[in-house]
């Protein structure tokens, strides 16, 4: 999985943190957590402040 993979990597933060509020994650911790997903394999410094809102959102939509 890489930072590219918003949808894949939102379904699983949703199932690793089904009950944070969302909109209240830092992207700092956002950022970690998404390192942390198992099969997670990019460089952490290929992340961005956009991709990191586009996961956010995409993590949102999922919850539904």
Known sequence: MRWT???E???E???MHPDVDI???RFTTLWQWV???PG???EPNRS???ILE???MAWLDERG
Request: overall charge negative; glycine content about 0%.
């Open 5 to 7: 993979d918003i949808h």
């Open 54 to 56: 586009a996961i956010q």
């Open 35 to 37: 390192q942390q997903l």
């Open 48 to 50: 961005n402040e956009k």
């Open 23 to 25: 909109l209240q994650v």
């Open 13 to 15: 933060l949703e199932e």
């Open 40 to 42: 997670f394999t990019d």
């Open 9 to 11: 990597i939102a379904i």
